[in-house]
């Protein structure tokens, strides 16, 4: 099993909707879990965090984190066209380094 | 606060050439990572700097090297290029090895040709 595994997609959300991402990891990260937006041609942001097991929330984005099942997840409320990025699921390695799944695609339809 | 910010923005090289990318980290920032980001795929860990000395390296080989200078901007060095070199290339900086924020810079856009 890979470190981290994402759907490359892309993922077609209609504007306003819920735009779910979904990542899945080894035992071999830690419980630290980032979620970073890329958009086309630049580099990534830091948009969410998470670290201990349930729902954060902020603003329009819930990030979810579920260590019996070994995901996490990113929820976008009222998607907008601004929102079509590459979304990267980046857990924090055993030894303490940031890996990252390959990202999912997503676009938001106006 | 100034960001991280990284130079040349794009270059272009010839096999067997090297080449060295710069780093400026965020200001209060002592740590450095360097990520190589090959088209539709994600960035890949290549080594990380806290306070000068080299502290974790992913699974690259010894031709990428690096460095990190007192007032805590970095170098990535590449030599012997191969085909598969060319991607982006990423600096990150955080305010210190335990802090789990990273910031990015804008990356330089590296092609070999």
């Known amino acids: 099993q890979k470190e981290v595994e994402q759907n490359s997609g892309p993922l077609s959300v209609p504007e306003g909707a819920i735009a779910s991402l979904n990542c899945t990891y080894s035992?071999?990260?830690?419980?630290?879990f980032f979620w970073y937006r890329q958009y086309s041609g630049k580099s990534p942001e830091l948009i969410m965090s998470?670290?201990?097991?349930g729902d954060k929330e902020d603003g329009r984005f819930t990030a979810q984190l579920n260590k019996a099942s070994q995901y996490v997840s990113l929820l976008i409320r009222d998607s907008q066209p601004s929102d079509s990025a590459t979304y990267l699921c980046?857990?924090?390695?055993?030894?303490?380094?940031?890996?990252f799944g390959k990202g999912t695609r997503l676009h938001i339809l106006p | 606060e100034t960001g991280v910010t990284q130079s040349p923005t794009h270059l272009i090289k010839t096999r067997g050439q090297q080449v060295t990318l710069r780093c400026s980290s965020q200001?209060?920032?002592?740590?450095v990572s360097w990520y190589q980001q090959a088209l539709g795929q994600g960035p890949q860990f290549i080594f990380q700097?806290?306070?000068?000395?080299?502290?974790g390296r992913g699974n690259f080989p010894p031709r990428f090297s690096g460095l990190q200078f007192p007032n805590y901007s970095s170098e990535l060095n590449v030599n012997a290029l191969e085909l598969d070199d060319s991607a982006l290339y990423l600096c990150?900086?955080?305010?210190?090895?335990?802090?789990?924020?990273?910031?990015f810079g804008p990356g330089t856009r590296l092609t070999v040709l």
């Open positions: 200001s209060g920032h002592n740590t």
């Open positions: 990150a900086s955080s305010l210190t090895r335990e802090y789990n924020e990273q910031f």
């Open positions: 980046a857990p924090r390695s055993r030894d303490d380094k940031i890996i």
């Open positions: 998470i670290y201990s097991n």
């Open positions: 035992d071999r990260v830690s419980q630290s």
């Open positions: 700097y806290y306070r000068e000395e080299e502290n």
